[in-house]
């Protein structure tokens, strides 16, 4: 024979059962916030270096401009914003600018003494506007 639960351990059994589905709805939850919060960070650090790949490509281009002058010293007022245009090497650059950056701008001044002064400008998708300044002698 066998021995028969007694009642009050019926009674709790009952009171207990579906507390595991709570369990379980609560674990659900847990990782759904753990799974949001990855694609959040995922989606940031898509961001973040998108805007590095565009500051590395003005720093590149402000060099690349650095070293055509340095190689053409002889023609270095051609390189100024207002001729740069006539100048067939300038305009190249100018145009490798607006192409590599998002809405890319540069002004280039030249003072007498040699001194270099190259600004790059650029605007993101999310709306700022961000600079690139360097500053080099020629002489």
């Known amino acids: ?20 589905l709570i369990e379980v ?25 998108g805007a590095a790949k565009v500051r590395t490509d003005a720093s590149y281009l402000a060099t690349e401009l650095t070293g055509l002058m340095w ?7 051609n390189y100024t914003t207002g001729s740069c245009n006539g100048y067939a090497r300038c305009k190249a ?4 600018v607006t192409q590599a950056l998002p809405n890319g701008a540069a002004t280039v001044e030249v ?3 040699g001194d270099i002064y190259i600004v790059i400008t650029w605007s993101l998708p999310d ?3 961000h ?9």
């Open 1 to 20: 024979m066998h021995p028969s639960t007694p009642p009050k351990i019926r009674a709790r059994a009952r009171t207990v059962r579906g507390f595991m």
């Open 25 to 49: 709805l609560v674990s659900v939850l847990l990782f759904s916030v753990g799974v949001l919060a990855l694609v959040g960070l995922q989606a940031n650090m898509n961001q973040t270096q």
């Open 71 to 77: 190689s053409d010293k002889a023609n270095l007022s």
């Open 93 to 96: 650059w100018m145009d490798k």
């Open 111 to 113: 003072k007498n003494s």
């Open 127 to 129: 709306g700022g506007s």
């Open 131 to 139: 600079k690139y300044k360097s500053e080099t002698s020629i002489s």
